[in-house]
C-alpha cells in the first residue's frame, strides 16, 4: 500500500526560528514530490521536486529531495508568524493519471 | 487567488436535500479534481476528470455524484448524505492529468450535515 508520511505532526516555535519539516514515502513508481502551504482554506503549491539531491529554493523556504532514502525535507529560515500553516507533502506516481497521494501534514505555529 | 473557484464556500444542509457544489477555473488547464478534507486525515481524492472524462473514482459513495459538463467547470451533486460527509471539500486543477503534477485548489466548501 501506498503510503507518505509526514513528521512532526504539529511543531511551536518562535519568531526566527529555523524548523525542518520531514516527509518519508513508500510509493511504487514514484515521479515527483510536491510541498503545500495550507493556510486558511486553499493548499498553495510551493515546491515540485523529482531529481535527488538538488535544492529548490524560495526566498526563505528551501526543499531537497533524496531518492534513495525515500524522504524530503522543507527547511524554513528565520521563521515569521505568517508562515504559521499547515504543510502538506504530496507524491505523484507514474502510472497513476493525475493523482497525488498525500500525507496528513505539519501543522506549524510561529509565535511572535 | 489561485483561478480556482469554488461556490458555495459554507453549506449546511439535512440528510434528505439535494445540493450542488460547483467549481470553476480560469486557467486554461485540462484535468479537475474533487477531494475530501476531514480533521486528521490526508487529502482523500475523490474523483479525476481528464478532457472532461471521468479518469477515476476512489470508490466513493454513490450519493456523491460529479458532472463535468467541460474543462473548466466542475460539479458535485451532493443527496442524502450523512452526517460523516461532514468535511472541506476541495477542487483542484493542473495542466492535464499526465505531465500537469501540479494542482492548484481552490479555496473549499466547508460541508456540515445535520
Known amino acids: 500500500e501506498d503510503k507518505v508520511v509526514q513528521s512532526p505532526l504539529s511543531l511551536v516555535v518562535h519568531e526566527g526560528d529555523t524548523v525542518t519539516l520531514n516527509c518519508s514515502y513508500e510509493v511504487t513508481n514514484f515521479r515527483s514530490l510536491l510541498w503545500y502551504k495550507q493556510e486558511k482554506k486553499a493548499p498553495t503549491f510551493l515546491f515540485m521536486l523529482?531529481?535527488?539531491?538538488i535544492e529548490k529554493k524560495s526566498g526563505r523556504l528551501s526543499s531537497i529531495l533524496d531518492k534513495k532514502e525515500l524522504f524530503s525535507i522543507l527547511n524554513i529560515t528565520a521563521t515569521q508568524t505568517g508562515d504559521s500553516a499547515v504543510y502538506l507533502c504530496a507524491v505523484a506516481r507514474g502510472s497513476t493519471l493525475g493523482r497525488l497521494y498525500f500525507g496528513r501534514g505539519t501543522q506549524l505555529t510561529v509565535w511572535p | 487567488e489561485t483561478g480556482v473557484t469554488q461556490t458555495p464556500r459554507h453549506l449546511v444542509m439535512g440528510m434528505t436535500n439535494k445540493k450542488s457544489l460547483k467549481c470553476e477555473q480560469h486557467?486554461?488547464?485540462?484535468?479537475m479534481y474533487w477531494y475530501k478534507q476531514s480533521a486528521k486525515k490526508p487529502l482523500e481524492l475523490m474523483f479525476v476528470y481528464n478532457f472532461k472524462e471521468q479518469t477515476e473514482n476512489n470508490s466513493v459513495p454513490s450519493r456523491f455524484s460529479p458532472e463535468c459538463p467541460n474543462s473548466s467547470h466542475l460539479f458535485l451533486h451532493l443527496h442524502t448524505l450523512q452526517p460523516e460527509d461532514s468535511a472541506l471539500y476541495l477542487c483542484?486543477?493542473?495542466?492535464?492529468?499526465?505531465?500537469?503534477?501540479?494542482?492548484?485548489f481552490g479555496a473549499g466548501t466547508r460541508l456540515s450535515v445535520l
Open positions: 523529482t531529481s535527488s539531491g
Open positions: 486557467l486554461g488547464h485540462n484535468a
Open positions: 483542484a486543477s493542473s495542466q492535464d492529468g499526465v505531465l500537469g503534477n501540479i494542482q492548484y
